[in-house]
């Protein structure tokens, strides 16, 4: 049989298909509790129009219940007009995605009819334990009108029997998309390929999408994000300078790079670094610093690793924090 063209040498072809969301300010905004300025949050905005990527998560609609509105930034609860100052009515073709968190969102209420909202998609982040809070808040936010996306995270906790169940329920919902999440950034290739391989048993014949969601605490973020698509994953998240939580994300300007669709432009993605990723280095931390190769190979959660960095006197002190939480774990 003659092999199709695209599959001879596909690292130098792309698929049409494949759609990229930049999560700087959501994901990074965890590393500084969402405190970007208005700034920032617009130069990212245009980087990402000009460099062709198709949806940009601009942060979090948490609950003002739960968390208290002064302690935060902006992007953690994304009111409407705080985000229209920003992008305005957004005349472009990139979408905006918000998150909600199961537990942590007011889901029944705070979301708008999408005809009345600059918002195009609701990703919906659940543990396994939330997953049937998960499936409501996604058939609410697909009457409402958005497109929407399951984001179970923490999957290299999860039992199998769990994350067959948890698939199950989310394929009967109407997702566009299900997220294979790595939270603690814990999992291998060999892994990624199985778990991307598994959601699409579930997925693909519901005519859902695959996505992934890498953290880079083994320095594997790019290489689990390559090997997702190598596997059919078409939907993938990447940050610039991979900010994010702990080690970080997928780093946007390396996917960018090994992407091969015309449409994508990776110069506006080095301005901005330049610009504005560079400075803030200077102001917070983010990278895989050996805490988080730690915790990525326990499979822990990043929180005690983010907690030893915190006091830059005793960053370094690399055997006693594997001490502790060896004791711990
Ligand atoms: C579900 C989201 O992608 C949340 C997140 O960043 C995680 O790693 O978990």
Redesign the pocket.
Same mark, same amino acid.
Do not use: E, I, Q
């Given at each position: 049989m003659t092999p199709d063209p695209k599959d001879i040498a596909p690292w130098i072809t792309y698929r049409p298909e494949l759609k990229v969301l930049d999560?700087t300010v959501?994901?990074g905004g965890?590393v500084n509790d969402h405190h970007f300025s208005d700034d920032f949050v617009k130069a990212l905005y245009h980087t990402c129009v000009e460099a062709g990527i198709d949806y940009m998560e601009i942060g979090y609609k948490a609950s003002k219940r739960v968390f208290q509105r002064d302690r935060f930034g902006t992007w953690k609860f994304c009111d409407e007009d705080d985000v229209r100052r920003v992008v305005g009515d957004n005349p472009t073709s990139l979408k905006l995605a918000a998150?909600m968190?199961a537990g942590k969102s007011d889901w029944k209420t705070d979301l708008l009819p999408k005809d009345r909202s600059v918002f195009d998609m609701i990703?919906v982040?659940?543990y396994v334990h939330q997953t049937v809070e998960a499936c409501e808040m996604i058939k609410a936010a697909h009457e409402k009108g958005y497109e929407t996306s399951a984001?179970?995270?923490?999957v290299s906790q999860a039992t199998e029997v769990e994350i067959e169940q948890c698939l199950e329920l989310v394929a009967e919902t109407p997702a566009q998309v299900v @997220?294979v @999440?790595?939270?603690?950034g814990a999992l291998y290739t060999e892994q990624i390929e199985r778990l991307v391989k598994k959601y699409l048993g579930y997925a693909k014949e519901r005519g859902k999408e695959v996505g992934i969601?890498a953290?880079n605490n083994q320095q594997l973020a790019f290489a689990n994000t390559i090997e997702a698509i190598i596997h059919g994953a078409n939907r993938v998240?990447a940050s610039m300078g991979g900010l994010?939580?702990g080690a970080g994300?997928c780093p946007m300007e390396l996917l960018i790079g090994f992407l091969r669709n015309p449409k994508f432009r990776i110069r506006p993605i080095y301005q901005f670094l330049q610009d504005w990723i560079e400075p803030l280095r200077a102001e917070v931390e983010w990278g895989p610093y050996v805490q988080y190769n730690i915790t990525g190979q326990l499979n822990l959660h990043p929180r005690a690793a983010i907690e030893a960095r915190k006091n830059p006197e005793d960053r370094n002190k690399y055997v006693e924090f594997y001490d502790r939480v060896t004791a711990e774990s």
């Open positions: 999560c959501r994901d965890l998150m968190d990703r982040a659940f984001n179970l995270m923490a @997220v @999440v790595d939270s603690f969601h953290h998240d994010g939580r994300n």
